[in-house]
């Protein structure tokens, strides 16, 4: 066992420690020892490792941000310090990830290639920024095609709905009417909505009315591309119906011999009006 002697020696080597450790900035020159560099150093050692550190940051590539004021060369030398290519030629992109049916354009990607530059991209990032965009118009195109398809179905179930059994013959009409005048091409321009002027339903009903009147005035033999099966849209097949079936007509009168006629007319013209 240590005698009290030793105890004590034991203890005021471990207090002089101590001592050593809190003031370690007694030993360096007093004009530094309250640099704020300094407040995170707790002994010797961490100041030794905050050397070895800041020596290995001495050799490593850094890069300046420039200030407010900084010139476009300030700039231009900070990008070609993170990869910028020397020219915008300097970009070897891919085109990829584009909509269906589209094909790469020269021109477009040219343009790009000038405005990643002036942006001061790298070669990955312009190419990580082509792949998005072309994949956000990719999917924009693919969503107004269906959208359009939406529209084109919708339109002609309108006219189904309106034409009926004659669905067929009145388009055939409205036909008629742009071979008529040469004017084919214009059922192929396309609308702001991104449909066919063609399949619209209100031109196409437009064109019908255009083809009846022409078909009454100069006769269905001499208006080419109008000839019809006769079918009636419901309208027609209800004033057909009315008329059968007016009060005091053979339709009503059991007895009389063309009563069957009348009852099989009306019959005929009711399936054309509801299908």
Same mark, same amino acid.
């Given at each position: ?8 020696? $034991?203890?005021? $080597? ?7 450790? *809190? ?10 020892? !309250?640099? *704020?560099? #300094? $407040? ?6 961490? #100041? ?52 269906? +049916? &589209? ?8 343009? @790009? ?9 790298? /070669?990955? &990032? ?12 990719? =999917?924009?195109?693919?969503?107004? +095609? ?6 084109? &179905? ?25 071979? &008529?005048f040469e004017a084919g091409d214009l ?9 066919? #002027?063609?399949?619209? /339903? ?10 009846? @009147?022409?078909?009454?005035?100069? +006769?269905? =033999?001499? @208006?080419?591309?109008?000839? *019809? $099966? !006769?079918?009636? =849209? ?12 007016? /009060?005091?007509? /053979? ?15 009306? #019959? ?8």
């Amino acid at each position: 066992m240590m005698n009290e002697e030793q105890v004590a020696e $034991s203890v005021e $080597s471990a207090d002089q420690s101590v001592e050593s450790a *809190s003031d370690w900035r007694t030993s360096i020159p007093e004009e530094i020892r !309250g640099h *704020s560099s #300094l $407040s995170h150093i707790t002994d010797v050692g961490a #100041l030794a490792k905050s050397y070895v550190h800041a020596q290995r940051m001495i050799g490593a590539d850094k890069v300046a941000i420039p200030g407010q004021h900084a010139t476009e060369d300030d700039w231009n030398e900070v990008y070609q310090k993170l990869g910028r290519p020397d020219s915008a030629d300097g970009y070897d992109l891919e085109v990829r990830h584009l909509a269906e +049916g &589209q094909e790469a354009d020269e021109q477009s990607l040219n343009w @790009f290639k000038d405005v990643a530059f002036k942006a001061g991209l790298t /070669p990955s &990032q312009a190419q990580t920024l082509m792949d998005s965009y072309n994949q956000m118009n990719a =999917d924009n195109i693919s969503g107004m +095609g269906v959208d359009i398809e939406a529209r084109v &179905q919708d339109a002609e179930r309108q006219l189904r709905q309106e034409y009926g059994n004659a669905f067929d013959d009145r388009l055939e009409l409205g036909s008629a009417v742009l071979d &008529q005048f040469e004017a084919g091409d214009l059922s192929e321009i396309e609308l702001a909505d991104g449909t066919l #002027l063609g399949d619209n /339903p209100e031109v196409v009903k437009f064109l019908v009315n255009v083809g009846s @009147f022409m078909k009454d005035r100069i +006769g269905e =033999d001499t @208006f080419a591309g109008a000839k *019809s $099966s !006769g079918a009636l =849209d419901p309208s027609e097949a209800k004033a057909k119906l009315d008329e059968l079936t007016a /009060p005091n007509s /053979p339709y009503w009168d059991p007895r009389h011999p063309e009563r069957q006629w009348y009852v099989n007319e009306a #019959l005929k013209y009711r399936e054309m009006m509801y299908g």
